[in-house]
């Protein structure tokens, strides 16, 4: 089946360590974006990517990066720079041009200690 | 893009329809509306999206009004599995990737 996967549902990490949040879609959408989301709150865009080797920073870029090297994975860093880790993180994937939908993963809840 | 504005929560008896509405006064003309939804915990789900004119599918129905100002989503029967924030958007162009802005959408709950 088609979709967009993310790993792992939950993870828990010490203060001051990066961490990397797997996303992988075999849809074979051109565009893939991460966005945070805290309690009560929607969702903010962190990064977005329209092709491969390609990516500009959404809302809240800071303390975060991102790589695109294939088409079916666009993962994730959150380090050491960012003071507020802990958040719901989603993933989402869109093919480039018709006006389809975009699609999310289930999400990556990040806990810091 | 635009802003929206909807209600911070709703209340909808099972098997009554759901009538969610969103102000989008400020919509230009080559925007769209689409309608997420997320349940707890879970990645959003498109529902369905319009220009100017009705949309439905098999999910919901979307009325746009004639100036374009605001919308509203109907679940036409409600099920307990339709509780959930949602999320009304207005989108820059039918681009696919035009990035999405949430706001914090109406959490809707379904009762028995």
């Known amino acids: 089946d088609g979709g967009i996967t993310q790993s792992p549902k939950y993870l828990f990490r010490k203060e001051g360590q990066n961490v990397t949040l797997s996303c992988e879609q075999n849809?074979?959408?051109?565009?893939m974006y991460w966005y945070r989301q805290d309690p009560g709150q929607g969702l903010r865009l962190i990064y977005y990517?329209?092709?491969?080797?390609?990516?500009q920073k959404g809302d809240i870029a800071e303390g975060y990066s991102v790589s695109r090297e294939k088409k079916e994975s666009f993962p994730l860093t959150v380090t050491s720079a960012q003071k507020n880790p802990t958040a719901f993180y989603l993933c989402?994937?869109?093919?480039?041009?018709?006006?389809?939908?975009?699609?999310f993963g289930q999400g990556t809840r990040l806990t810091v200690v | 893009d635009a802003k929206t504005t909807q209600p911070t929560s709703m209340d909808c008896a099972e098997g009554r329809a759901a009538n969610l509405p969103c102000n989008h006064s400020?919509?230009?003309?080559?925007?769209?509306v689409y309608w997420y939804r997320q349940i707890h915990s879970q990645g959003p789900q498109y529902i369905i999206h319009g220009l100017k004119n009705n949309e439905t599918n098999e999910m919901a129905s979307l009325i746009i009004t004639e100036d374009r100002k605001s919308s509203t989503l109907i679940l036409p029967h409600a099920t307990l599995r339709d509780t959930a924030v949602y999320y009304c958007?207005?989108?820059?162009?039918?681009?696919?990737?035009?990035?999405?802005?949430f706001g914090k959408g109406t959490m809707l709950l379904v009762s028995p």
């Open positions: 958007i207005v989108r820059i162009s039918n681009s696919g990737y035009s990035t999405l802005t």
């Open positions: 400020t919509i230009s003309g080559n925007e769209y």
């Open positions: 990517s329209q092709i491969v080797n390609d990516f």
């Open positions: 849809l074979n959408h051109d565009a």
């Open positions: 989402a994937s869109s093919i480039r041009q018709g006006g389809t939908e975009a699609f």
